[in-house]
């Protein structure tokens, strides 16, 4: 029978003698001198009333009690740190917001702030929901918003998302370019257009889809592959250069030089998803959630007008995936 309750730091210094069976690297994976370590193990044995290990010049070893310890001892050790995570304070939350501009996502992100002052809300802006995705299966970023129905379905599937609005999508046209003359260009006016929409950009994989899909049979060519411009001014010059259209959402930065106009007959819709880690739990993305559902309560985010043109993925067309 156990004596006593176990220290958590002998169980740890246990499963590094066992993993390691040296006792050496286990005191220099934790940390710790040799001497140290060796004593812990001896406290445990003697708190356990069992020999864990068998010693010998040329090996140690585990024995059938410390066989049997353990799994029990990875169970203990995880339940440990679950319980501290549960209680330690939440570090700040990184939400990728896709561009430095207007956009549904920085109003979300600023009504959370707003619901939660004591979390800390990191923005970034980086473009693209395929490499944001990337990066949050890696840890190295927690939220970001993009039309997550237009993943590849292995990374999807590794990603919670909530939808967040269907965003009306705008033409951005070049001063002087005929259909900037128009207040609302309808879809069939693009016919004969090349219009860009990130082709041969690896971050926007899933904005290319959605492109493609919409322009298919409307006699709408994809523009090629185009250097990426970072930042507005560097976009608008980009764009004074090539004169190219470019497939934009209504709420998309003005830039100098250019006329953004909405699409219409239909209005085609992009669905805007917040998405993030599957098992994330921090209080910065319960104001999120919060935050989304109120805006979109707000300013009729998830209503579809009657004529609007949504993706197949949403509808169940030949091309939903």
Known sequence: MISRDVDPRL???????????????????????????SR??????????????????????????????LPLAHKVLAAHTELAAAFAEPGPLLVDLNSDGPSSARSVLDRARALAPGCELMARFESGLTHAAAEIAAGRLDVSFGYAHGLE????????????????????????????????????????ETVYAGAGNPRTLEWTRLARELFAGRGIAPAPPAPVAVGKEEFGRVMAKTRTPVL??????????????????????????????KGLRHPGLDALLRAAAELAAERGWLEVPAGSLLPAALTGGPDAG
């Open 40 to 69: 812990d193990v001896r406290r445990l044995e003697e708190t356990l009333g069992a020999a864990l290990f068998t010693r010998t010049t040329r090996a140690v070893e585990l024995t059938a009690d410390g066989q049997r310890l």
């Open 153 to 192: 379905p292995a990374p999807r599937a590794r990603l919670a998302h909530t939808l967040v609005r269907y965003e009306p999508l705008a033409v951005l046209l070049p001063d002087g370019h005929p259909l900037a003359a128009l207040d609302r260009v309808p879809l069939a006016a693009l016919a004969g």
């Open 11 to 37: 169980l740890r210094g246990f499963v590094a003698v066992a993993e390691e069976l040296h006792f050496s690297r286990a005191a220099a994976r934790l940390y710790v001198a040799q001497q140290a370590l």
């Open 248 to 277: 934009v959402t209504v709420d998309f930065t003005d830039l100098p030089g250019c006329a953004k106009r909405p699409l219409v007959a239909p209005v085609p819709l992009s669905p805007l998803s917040m998405v993030w880690r």
